[in-house]
């Protein structure tokens, strides 16, 4: 709450242009992701890895679909479903504390935003295989993920034991094999590339801006270790190898529009909704 935006997203923001603040930036991710799925009325979705629930609760708001979230967080899982109770939407949104393979149900749209990195390598198959499985024929999955553009390679020792243990990154060419091998096709491809170090620095600002507040909570060591944490990834993703990559998925070649037009329409479309969305939304976070 004291870096991250108001909706606690803690994955790469969307900057439309410099001017925008961090909750804009974030609500420009979400409109993004939500224009990707295509929403229709009557859609159930299953989000992989929730967090703190504010893209499920986006997409109900925007549209009349049935969002479930799953994550292994029991802090998010309980606030979660507070805000969407605070929202009046838990008749249509609801978090579950459960891995997602153990989830049995079909799904006419899967995303997942910042957990893949979590998955490891060794179990990209487990998950894409998954993924078919859920999705329905003519469904759609969106995965936003942090990847590079270089070849594989780990990340730096010092940022595994203190920051993101066991996180891994993916090189594209990891990834593409293992969707081929689960039969989807890879229907929309995008690469957000100085997104995530514009992002970084608004965290970093916040941090910074609230640090006496942070080091009364835990201490001086951690507010090193959480500065050079910030500001390094920084870094990696404005002058390294790092980016954030938007992988639609379907089983269908046809799943999704065939001309890409309708991405940046209905984001149009779902700005004019946000206005009483947004007070949806705000009303979770009270």
């Known amino acids: 709450k004291l870096f991250l935006d108001e909706g606690m997203q803690y994955s790469c923001a969307y900057f439309r242009d410099d001017t925008n603040t961090l909750e804009e930036a974030q609500r ?17 979705i299953l989000d992989i890895g929730s967090g703190w629930g504010d893209m499920a609760l986006y997409l109900a708001a925007m549209e009349n679909v049935d969002v479930t979230g799953v994550t292994l967080s029991k802090e998010q899982h309980v606030l979660s479903n507070e805000k969407a109770k605070k929202a009046g939407l838990s008749d249509r949104v609801r978090f579950e504390l459960r891995d997602y393979r153990d989830v049995t149900s079909k799904f006419d749209r899967i995303v997942s935003v910042g957990m ?12 894409f295989a998954k993924v ?20 594989p390679g780990t990340a730096s020792p010092w940022l595994r034991k203190y920051i993101f243990p066991g996180a891994y990154s993916p090189a594209l060419s990891e990834v593409f094999p293992v969707v081929e091998q689960n039969s989807l096709w890879v229907t929309d491809l995008e690469f957000l590339r100085v997104h995530y170090a514009k992002t970084l620095k608004h965290w970093c600002d916040r941090f910074e801006k609230n640090r006496p507040q942070i080091a009364k909570m835990y201490d001086e060591r951690f507010c090193r270790m959480f500065e050079f944490y910030l500001i390094s990834c920084e870094m990696m993703f404005r002058t390294g190898s790092q980016l954030v990559f938007h992988m639609q998925l379907s ?6 529009p065939i001309v890409r037009d309708y991405i940046t329409d209905l984001q149009r479309e779902y700005k004019v909704r946000e206005a009483a969305a947004l007070k949806i939304l705000d009303g979770s976070r009270g």
């Not at 893949?116 to 998950?127: C, L, P, Q, S, T």
């Open 251 to 256: 089983k269908k070649r046809d799943a999704a």
């Open 28 to 44: 420009n991710k979400l409109r993004l992701i939500a224009a990707k799925l295509n929403l229709k009325p009557g859609l159930k």
């Open 116 to 127: 893949f990195e979590h998955v490891g390598v060794a179990h990209y198959n487990e998950f």
């Open 132 to 151: 078919n499985v859920m999705l329905s024929d003519d469904g759609v999955m969106l995965l936003h993920s942090i990847g590079h553009m270089s070849p």
